[in-house]
């Protein structure tokens, strides 16, 4: 099996838990890409019908227009009965980091009031603590003085030995630009950051800040595939 053979697998069973009438938020990356797709497929057979998808990035509403699954926002459905998404990392508490495809302000806004949140993951994103992975830990600033933000960020992190980098795009290292007109500032840690919740609080207290990758509390579900097979994790 191939790591996108896992990802597909815990994505279908995901939309296992979708019923006809439902408000979804559809998730943004390589996961949820097949989760949509799937959707699409169900919807297309006839054996899915009246659902509303909330999308979390322009990617995934370019991906549903393509499919024709009925699409609206947050305005008109403040609140979603089940989104489905990826993640980087989950620890054992069920906690994420997300954002490394960049949608995490939008993801987190829809995330945030669903009656359930399902994530889908490969084994490989499993952690035993955030910012484990030694990748991104990402955070949208926005883009007046985000250097100046960035210096900010470090030193509240300086004692787990935190950097920080401009995600760029391209060959001249253009600043990436979230579907929200900000920039992403990647935080790397070389060890645990000890209480996330503190953490959250004091990166969002910078003015400057807009939303971070950490999803704390916040999935329902969580299903895993991998060379065993499936496991279905709920909090
Ligand atoms: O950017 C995001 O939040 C994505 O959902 C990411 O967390 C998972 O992307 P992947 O399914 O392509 O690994």
């Known amino acids: 099996f191939t790591q996108d053979d896992f990802k597909k697998a815990a994505a279908y069973k995901a939309v296992e838990f979708v019923h006809s009438g439902m408000v979804l938020g559809l998730g943004t990356g ?7 797709d799937r959707i699409g497929d169900l919807l297309r057979q006839g054996k899915l019908k009246d659902i509303v998808g909330i999308p979390t990035s322009k990617k995934t509403y370019d991906q549903a227009v393509s499919l024709g699954i009925p699409l609206s926002d947050l305005d008109s459905h403040p609140v979603i009965d089940l989104a489905i998404d990826g993640a980087d990392e989950v620890d054992p508490d069920l906690n994420l980091v997300k954002g490394r495809g960049g949608s995490l302000l939008r993801e987190k806004m829809v995330e945030c009031v669903c009656k359930k949140f399902i994530v889908i993951v490969d084994e490989s994103k499993l ?3 955030i910012g484990g992975s030694g990748l991104a830990m ?8 985000w250097k100046f933000t960035a210096v900010r960020l470090q030193n509240l992190f300086k004692d787990s030995g935190c950097v920080t980098k401009l995600r760029t795009v ?4 253009e600043p990436y630009v979230t579907d929200n007109e900000n920039y992403i500032v990647d935080l790397y840690f070389n060890k645990d950051i000890g209480d996330l919740k503190v953490a959250s609080d004091r990166i969002l207290r910078l003015a400057g800040v807009v939303e971070h990758g950490m999803f704390l509390d916040m999935a329902t579900t969580v299903i895993v595939a991998g060379e065993l097979g499936i496991t279905i994790k709920d909090k």
């Open 30 to 36: 390589s996961t949820a890409r097949h989760a949509v």
């Open 127 to 129: 952690v035993d603590f």
């Open 138 to 145: 990402p955070v949208e600033v926005v883009p007046y003085c």
């Open 170 to 173: 391209g060959e001249n290292g």
